[in-house]
């Protein structure tokens, strides 16, 4: 057994005590007693327009993908592409960044497309998000900058560096962005190592280009933005489960996704689970949500949204395995 295989299984179970760690860390410090008691209290009309919206976000990154397959060349159909982004999505709360390859393999099973260019749409794809989170942020920034910076001072820059120098606290989290850098290096090395990386990388590259086919372009521009109003509803909507929260209005909830998307952005499993929490909760509380009623949504509005995935990406599993046996 080589010494890459030998260790292969470390990464994973890092990110799997790295989630777990932080949410135990978070339910510590936000009382989840608190925060249960309110769940059980809430109202949940909005239960179907988010399960709408959030499947609405599936089917337009399905077509926004589609329109870079057909641009490079490789169409597809949004029956695969579909079951293919449930199941991709879904590995993804288990390993993070997995799921974008298990996207691509499946496509490659079921249609034929060489694996490279199907990830290289992928990635594109998630520049394109990177973009967009950058231009919310930003957008963010300028509308509530105040806030924001209190936000700042308040739940990140006095944790880490105020009271006494550097707390434990602090040190514990660069320990956990070294670890996750060296985790990311050891990765990129096995990768360079490989003999076939050459042509490997010339395919790649030629599906991640593939946004510059795009034709028409403004379809493309019109399902990102699609896809972004989702996720800012996908937040809203949850607000209006409780009084104490239902008067925040779209711009702070505009805020919270932007900061709930940073946060699962982060490779942790669960969908950034732990992080998602440490960052929606402060964000609720700056404008105006009392502590637990914030937690109660950051669960709500992370634990929906993950029974989602998981049952879109069961169902889809199980559609493909039937699929698999009629063939």
């Known amino acids: 057994m080589s010494r890459n295989k030998k260790y292969s299984w470390l990464s994973p179970v890092l990110f799997i005590l790295l989630g777990g760690g932080l949410f135990y860390w978070v339910a510590q410090k936000f009382d989840i007693t608190q925060a249960v008691e309110i769940i059980k209290h809430g109202e949940y009309w909005n239960i179907i327009p988010v399960i709408l919206v959030s499947f609405l976000s599936y089917s337009l990154r399905v077509q926004r993908w589609r329109m870079l397959m057909k641009a490079g060349g490789n169409p597809s159909s949004f029956a695969n592409g579909l079951m293919a982004l449930s199941i991709g999505y879904t590995v993804n709360y288990a390993l993070p960044r997995v799921g974008e390859v298990t996207r691509s393999l499946i496509i490659w099973r079921k249609e034929k497309?060489?694996?490279?260019?199907?990830?290289g749409a992928v990635v594109t794809e998630r520049v394109v998000d990177i973009m967009m989170l950058f231009i919310t942020c930003t957008a963010a920034l300028l509308l509530q900058f105040d806030r924001l910076r209190q936000f700042i001072q308040t739940f990140i820059w006095l944790p880490l560096t105020g009271r006494a120098g550097m707390p434990a606290k602090g040190w514990w989290l660069i320990a956990i962005a070294l670890a996750v850098l060296s985790i990311i290096g050891l990765l990129v090395r096995r990768f360079f190592q490989s003999d076939k990386v050459h042509h490997w990388l010339y395919s790649f590259l030629k599906g991640l280009l593939s946004i510059k086919k795009v034709s028409p372009f403004r379809y493309f521009i019109f399902y990102t933005l699609g896809i972004w109003s989702c996720y800012f509803l996908m937040t809203y909507l949850w607000t209006f489960s409780f009084p104490q929260s239902a008067f925040i209005g779209p711009l702070a909830a505009f805020v919270v996704m932007?900061?709930?998307?940073?946060?699962?952005?982060?490779?942790?499993?669960?969908?950034?689970?732990?992080?998602?929490?440490?960052?929606?909760?402060?964000?609720?509380?700056?404008?105006?949500?009392?502590?637990?009623?914030?937690?109660?949504?950051?669960?709500?509005?992370?634990?929906?949204?993950?029974?989602?995935?998981?049952?879109?990406?069961?169902?889809?599993?199980?559609?493909?395995?039937?699929?698999?046996?009629?063939?």
Do not use: D, N
Request: proline share 5%; charged share 5%; net charge negative.
């Open 258 to 327: 932007v900061t709930g998307s940073i946060g699962r952005s982060i490779p942790v499993q669960g969908g950034g689970m732990g992080v998602y929490h440490s960052l929606v909760t402060p964000a609720f509380m700056l404008y105006g949500v009392t502590e637990p009623v914030a937690f109660a949504l950051a669960i709500i509005i992370h634990g929906a949204q993950a029974l989602f995935t998981c049952c879109m990406g069961l169902v889809c599993y199980l559609w493909l395995s039937i699929q698999e046996l009629k063939h």
């Open 113 to 119: 497309t060489p694996f490279e260019l199907t990830l």
